[in-house]
C-alpha cells in the first residue's frame, strides 16, 4: 500500500482503525522482547514479520501524543505531551508486565485496517514507557513520557581521582572558551586540566597568571637568527645565541623557514635546562636530560617563542606551568575550529544521551545550521560551550540553541528533530505541506501574539572567571576592564526602522509596554580569539532576533483527520482558508501537533508573521 492509499483509506469514515502499541521491554540485558497491544482483535498473517503474532485486544483508552513550540517566545522553548496507555485486564491476562523492565524502552503507535497485513500498518506516534502501574484489579495503566528520557543525562568529564583537587571534573569544551579555570592536577608537577575531551584540533591560545599572558600563542618570537648569530655543539648539545633571555623551566616552540638543527624538529616545544650565560640545552622533559644534538647547521631562519608552560592539550588536554603562580590560573582554549549549535547539540544527544544516533535526525540539524549560516554568516554561528562541572544535557542544549530561536523535539516517529522557528523567513520558503478549509475539522483559535521585545541585547564569549581581585599591577586599565566583564561580545540590534518593513510607526513599536529591550545570554563565541571585547556593536545577529520579534506574529490552532499523521514540527504549511487574510493561500510553520488517537484527529499549531496595517484611517 502506498501512501496515497493509505491517505484514502483514513479519509474514509467508513472503515474500523486498528491501533497496534508494540512495547518494548528488556529480557536478557542486551536484547529485548515485545508486548503486542491493540484496541482490537488483530493478527498477523503468516507471512508477516513476526508471522501469526495475535496482539492483546486490550486497548481500553490512549492519551494525547504531541510536540510543541511555545509561539509566545521566540526561544524555541518546546513542549511535550505523551499520553498513558489503559488496557483492560479484569482476567489478570496482562498481569506479566508488571514484572517487566521496559523504563526508557520505546512503545510504537500503528494505525490500519483489521484486514491488512502488517507491513501496511504506518506508525503514528511513539512514547517511551516510565512505568507500569495497576489501577485497581481491572485495568493496568503505562505511563509514557518522551526524548527526554533520554535526554535527561549528566554531562561531565573524568573525576579527577588524586591532587589538590581530587573529587572535581576535568572540563569539558566545545568551541572557543574564554578565561576558562584549569584544575590543577599535580601541585608539585604544576599541571592543570584544561579540556578533558581534548583532541588533535585542540588549540590553547593563551595562559594568564593574575591576568597576565604567559606567553599566548600569537606573541611574536623571543629571537631568531641565521646560521652566525645561532649555532650548536653536538658535543655539549648546547645552543649559543648571545643575549637570548631564557631561564630554566622555560618552554620554547622552535620554529624555521627552512630546516632546523638535527635532533630537533620545527614545530615542536621543548623545556629549558642548562643555561649557562649565552648557552642553554633543550629538553623533553621539565628539568630532564637534554636532547641529542646530531646536526649543527640549519637552513634559513630559526626562531624562538617563549612560554611560561608546556602546551600538552592536543596529547593529553593539560599544561604545566614553569614556575608556581603568582595567583589565579586561566587560559583561552579552542577545542574544534568550527563549533556549529545544531551540530554541536547532536553530538552531544547521541555522545551523552541514553539513546543512539539512530535516535537523531541528523540531517534536520545539519539543515538548521545552514540556515542559521545564511541568515548570520558563519562567523556569528560559531559556539563556545563548557561543562566545567556536571551538567544536564537538556540544559546545554538549551543554552547553545534558544537563544537562536532553535527548537528540538521528538518527532512522530521518535527520532529527535531541529531547525529554527524564525517567523520573518517563512513566507520566503517553499511550502511542503497544504491545508484548506476542506481539510479543517475545527478551527480553534486564530490571534495575534504579543509583542515580546522591542530590542535586542546579545551577549556573547562568555567570560568563564571574571576577575576584579588579585589582578597583577602591570595590567592596564583597558585589560581590567575586560577581565572583569563577564561576557566579552555585546551585540545590541538596530532600533526598529523602516527598513524592517516598509511604511510602519517604529515608534510606536519601540515605545509600546510590552516592547521592552531583552539580554539575551547565548553560547556564541564568533570572535574568540581576538582579544579585546567588543562592546555593544550593531550587529546582524541581534538584528534578526528583533526582527522576528515584529508585528504581528499570527497563530492559529486548526484541528485536522489522521491524513496529517506523517507532518512535521517545523514544516510550512500553505493555508488557504476564507477568513484572517488566507483566501489567497498564506504561509505558516508547524510549531504544535498534537495526535488524538481516541478522537482519530490531529491537532496542529501554525506560527506566522504579518506587516500590520497602517495606511487605512478608517474601516466601515
Known amino acids: 500500500?502506498?501512501?496515497?492509499?493509505?491517505?484514502?483509506?483514513?479519509?474514509?469514515?467508513?472503515?474500523?482503525?486498528?491501533i497496534l502499541a508494540e512495547m518494548a521491554f528488556w529480557f536478557d540485558g542486551v536484547t529485548y522482547g515485545i508486548v503486542y497491544l491493540s484496541n482490537a482483535p488483530y493478527i498477523t498473517r503468516p507471512t508477516d514479520s513476526p508471522p501469526n503474532r495475535r496482539y492483546h485486544a486490550r486497548i481500553a483508552g490512549i492519551g494525547d501524543f504531541g510536540s510543541h513550540i511555545n509561539p509566545a517566545t521566540l526561544a524555541g522553548e518546546k513542549h511535550a505531551?505523551?499520553?498513558?496507555?489503559?488496557?483492560?485486564?479484569?482476567?489478570?491476562?496482562?498481569?506479566?508486565?508488571?514484572?517487566?523492565?521496559?523504563?526508557?524502552?520505546?512503545?510504537?503507535?500503528?494505525?490500519?485496517?483489521?484486514?491488512?497485513?502488517?507491513?501496511?500498518?504506518?506508525?503514528?506516534?511513539?512514547?517511551?514507557?516510565?512505568?507500569?502501574?495497576?489501577?485497581?484489579?481491572?485495568?493496568?495503566?503505562?505511563?509514557?513520557?518522551?526524548?527526554?528520557?533520554?535526554?535527561?543525562?549528566?554531562?561531565?568529564?573524568?573525576?579527577?581521582?588524586?591532587?589538590?583537587?581530587?573529587?572535581?571534573?576535568?572540563?569539558?569544551?566545545?568551541?572557543?572558551?574564554?578565561?576558562?579555570?584549569?584544575?590543577?592536577?599535580?601541585?608539585?608537577?604544576?599541571?592543570?586540566?584544561?579540556?578533558?575531551?581534548?583532541?588533535?584540533?585542540?588549540?590553547?591560545?593563551?595562559?594568564?597568571?593574575?591576568?597576565?599572558?604567559?606567553?599566548?600563542?600569537?606573541?611574536?618570537?623571543?629571537?631568531?637568527?641565521?646560521?652566525?648569530?645561532?649555532?650548536?655543539?653536538?658535543?655539549?648539545?648546547?645552543?649559543?645565541?648571545a643575549g637570548h633571555g631564557l631561564s630554566n623551566n622555560d618552554v620554547v616552540l622552535v620554529e624555521s623557514t627552512g630546516t632546523v638543527f638535527g635532533g630537533l624538529t620545527a614545530g615542536a616545544r621543548y623545556w629549558v635546562v642548562g643555561v649557562a650565560g649565552n648557552d642553554w640545552q633543550l629538553s623533553n622533559a621539565r628539568g630532564g636530560s637534554a636532547v641529542d644534538i646530531t646536526g649543527t647547521a640549519f637552513t634559513g631562519t630559526m626562531s624562538f617563542k617563549r612560554f611560561r608552560y608546556m602546551d600538552n592539550t592536543k596529547t593529553a588536554g593539560t599544561i604545566q606551568l614553569s614556575a608556581s603562580p603568582a595567583g589565579q590560573i586561566t587560559v583561552d582554549v579552542q577545542n574544534g575550529l568550527e563549533q556549529y549549535p545544531f551540530d554541536l547539540a547532536r553530538r552531544l544527544?547521541?555522545?551523552?544521551?541514553?539513546?543512539?544516533?539512530?535516535?537523531?535526525?541528523?540531517?534536520?540539524?545539519?539543515?538548521?545550521?545552514?540556515?542559521?549560516?545564511?541568515?548570520?554568516?558563519?562567523?556569528?554561528?560559531?559556539?563556545?560551550?563548557?561543562?566545567?562541572?556536571?551538567?544536564?544535557?537538556?540544559?546545554?542544549?538549551?543554552?547553545?540553541?534558544?537563544?537562536?530561536?532553535?527548537?528540538?523535539?521528538?518527532?512522530?516517529?521518535?527520532?529527535?528533530?531541529?531547525?529554527?522557528?524564525?517567523?520573518?523567513?517563512?513566507?520566503?520558503?517553499?511550502?511542503?505541506?497544504?491545508?484548506?478549509?476542506?481539510?479543517?475539522?475545527?478551527?480553534?483559535?486564530?490571534?495575534?501574539?504579543?509583542?515580546?521585545?522591542?530590542?535586542?541585547?546579545?551577549?556573547?564569549?562568555?567570560?568563564?572567571?571574571?576577575?576584579?581581585?588579585?589582578?597583577?599591577?602591570?595590567?592596564?586599565a583597558a585589560a581590567r576592564a575586560a577581565a572583569a566583564r563577564p561576557w566579552r561580545e555585546e551585540y545590541e540590534a538596530g532600533r526598529a526602522t523602516g527598513v524592517m518593513y516598509s511604511g510602519y510607526d517604529a515608534d510606536w513599536w519601540n515605545h509600546h509596554p510590552t516592547a521592552i529591550t531583552v539580554t539575551m545570554e547565548s553560547a556564541l563565541s564568533p570572535q574568540f580569539g581576538t582579544g579585546a571585547p567588543v562592546s555593544r556593536a550593531t550587529s546582524e545577529v541581534a538584528d534578526a532576533l528583533l526582527e522576528d520579534a515584529r508585528p504581528w506574529r499570527q497563530y492559529a490552532v486548526v484541528r485536522v483527520g489522521l491524513e496529517a499523521w506523517d507532518w512535521r514540527l517545523g514544516e510550512v504549511v500553505n493555508f488557504t482558508y476564507p477568513r484572517f487574510g488566507c483566501e489567497a493561500g498564506w504561509k505558516f510553520r508547524i510549531v504544535r501537533k498534537v495526535v488524538d488517537l481516541a478522537d482519530m484527529s490531529i491537532e496542529l499549531g501554525l506560527l506566522t508573521q504579518r506587516t500590520p496595517d497602517t495606511t487605512t484611517s478608517d474601516y466601515p
Open 349 to 476: 544527544i547521541v555522545t551523552y544521551g541514553e539513546g543512539s544516533a539512530d535516535d537523531v535526525d541528523a540531517a534536520s540539524f545539519n539543515s538548521a545550521d545552514a540556515s542559521l549560516v545564511t541568515r548570520l554568516g558563519s562567523k556569528y554561528a560559531i559556539v563556545g560551550l563548557v561543562a566545567a562541572e556536571r551538567r544536564n544535557l537538556t540544559d546545554l542544549l538549551e543554552q547553545l540553541l534558544l537563544p537562536l530561536g532553535g527548537w528540538y523535539a521528538q518527532d512522530y516517529d521518535g527520532k529527535l528533530r531541529a531547525g529554527l522557528v524564525s517567523p520573518t523567513a517563512i513566507q520566503d520558503q517553499e511550502a511542503t505541506r497544504a491545508l484548506t478549509i476542506d481539510d479543517v475539522l475545527q478551527l480553534a483559535s486564530y490571534e495575534n501574539l504579543q509583542i515580546p521585545f522591542g530590542g535586542v541585547l546579545l551577549l556573547a564569549r562568555q567570560n568563564h572567571f571574571p576577575q576584579t581581585d588579585g589582578l597583577a599591577s602591570s595590567l592596564d
Open 1 to 18: 500500500m502506498n501512501d496515497a492509499d493509505f491517505l484514502r483509506w483514513l479519509a474514509d469514515s467508513r472503515h474500523r482503525r486498528v
Open 81 to 241: 505531551q505523551i499520553g498513558q496507555i489503559e488496557l483492560d485486564n479484569p482476567d489478570g491476562e496482562l498481569d506479566f508486565m508488571l514484572r517487566l523492565v521496559n523504563e526508557g524502552l520505546p512503545t510504537k503507535f500503528f494505525i490500519g485496517d483489521a484486514t491488512w497485513p502488517r507491513g501496511w500498518f504506518r506508525q503514528v506516534a511513539v512514547g517511551y514507557a516510565l512505568r507500569v502501574r495497576a489501577a485497581g484489579e481491572d485495568q493496568l495503566i503505562v505511563e509514557m513520557i518522551d526524548q527526554r528520557l533520554l535526554i535527561d543525562a549528566s554531562v561531565e568529564g573524568a573525576e579527577i581521582t588524586s591532587g589538590p583537587e581530587a573529587g572535581r571534573r576535568w572540563p569539558l569544551v566545545w568551541g572557543g572558551a574564554t578565561n576558562l579555570q584549569p584544575r590543577l592536577l599535580d601541585a608539585a608537577a604544576l599541571s592543570y586540566a584544561v579540556a578533558g575531551n581534548f583532541s588533535a584540533s585542540t588549540e590553547l591560545h593563551d595562559v594568564r597568571d593574575n591576568g597576565v599572558s604567559l606567553g599566548a600563542i600569537d606573541d611574536a618570537a623571543l629571537f631568531s637568527g641565521d646560521n652566525l648569530a645561532l649555532t650548536a655543539n653536538a658535543g655539549t648539545d648546547a645552543l649559543t645565541f
